[in-house]
């Protein structure tokens, strides 16, 4: 029997989900949309890569105190 559209979704979510992945949404600022373009030609990345790096990178930057650093640079260069 044929599987729908929905079914394979959930299917590929669910082996996602089996293989310790998390699903996150969200919708990007028009600075960070630039950003993700910028990135996405440069890189040849996918969508998963680019997130997985950003939290990753955002976390390195906390662990390490530069915080506020990164945030500084974001609102002097209006990104």
Known sequence: MA?????KQK???DKQK????KEMRGY????AL???QLISEQTNWSDSVI???AVRLT????KNGQIGLLNNWLKENEL
């Not at 089996?18 to 992945?21: A, E």
Request: proline share 0%; net charge positive; with cysteine.
């Open 11 to 13: 299917r590929y979510r």
């Open 3 to 7: 599987m729908t559209n929905a079914e």
């Open 51 to 53: 997130l997985s790096n």
């Open 18 to 21: 089996d293989c310790g992945k």
């Open 59 to 62: 976390y390195a930057a906390y």
């Open 34 to 36: 630039k950003c993700y």
């Open 28 to 31: 990007l600022s028009k600075e």
